[in-house]
């Protein structure tokens, strides 16, 4: 089936760990993008990849890193200097530019939990 | 900078009744507008979307929404709630730099 399989749906890191969250499409799309989502928030980008080995920063890229060196992979690393990293990660791809009408398809999500 | 505001939290509505979730955006050009819908611990899926043309947009689910240059609105409608429409539903807008920008959500409950 065609998709995004994010893994591991959730995740426990102790303090001052990193984590890495990751992130497959088979789905032959261009851009990748992570979300994080915090309750009475709505989803906030974190970081976006247009085309493989080049991404942007988001809103809120501190505390985070991501690589982009193949075309159906985007994994996203929580550092050990992301003070608040307990929520929900999305991950999502689109086509092409958005500006043409194309869509954004998300995954199901990992929970990550600093413990 | 794009934006876009949710003004409802929460919204209960009884089954059977109709249903309409406010939406407004801020960005100064055209803006490519989306709804989706999140249940629980899972991911965001499409209910429509506004690219161009006409302003009343279907979409799954029975879901419409329409587009309102004017107000800068893009209030999502349904004319008969079902127990299973109950989740979150997110606004968002594509703004510069091919990013989409949402909103903070509507918790829909459905009252049986």
């Known amino acids: 089936d065609g998709g995004i399989t994010q893994s591991p749906k959730y995740l426990f890191r102790k303090e001052g760990q990193n984590v890495t969250l990751s992130c497959e499409q088979n789905l032959n799309h261009d851009a990748m993008y992570w979300y994080r989502q915090d309750p009475g928030q709505g989803l906030r980008l974190i970081y976006y990849?247009?085309?493989?080995?080049?991404?942007q920063k988001g809103d809120i890229a501190e505390g985070y890193s991501v690589s982009r060196e193949k075309k159906e992979s985007f994994p996203l690393t929580v550092t050990s200097a992301q003070k608040n990293p307990t929520a929900f990660y999305l991950c999502?791809?689109?086509?092409?530019?958005?500006?043409?009408?194309?869509?954004?398809?998300f995954g199901e999500g990992s929970w990550l939990t600093v413990v | 900078a794009q934006s876009v505001t949710q003004p409802d939290i929460h919204i209960t509505v009884s089954e059977g009744a109709s249903l309409e979730l406010r939406c407004n955006y801020s960005y100064g050009a055209t803006p490519y507008l989306f709804w989706y819908v999140q249940s629980p611990g899972q991911g965001l899926q499409l209910l429509l979307k506004y690219f161009s043309g006409d302003t009343l947009v279907q979409g799954i689910k029975g879901f419409e929404a329409e587009f309102k240059r004017s107000q800068s609105s893009f209030n999502l409608r349904k004319p008969s709630v079902h127990w299973s429409d109950a989740a979150e539903y997110f606004c968002?807008?594509?703004?510069?730099?091919?990013?989409?920008?949402f909103g903070t959500g509507t918790q829909l409950k459905v009252e049986l």
């Open positions: 990849s247009q085309i493989v080995n080049d991404f």
């Open positions: 999502a791809s689109s086509s092409d530019s958005l500006y043409s009408g194309n869509t954004i398809y």
């Open positions: 968002a807008v594509v703004g510069g730099g091919n990013k989409l920008t």
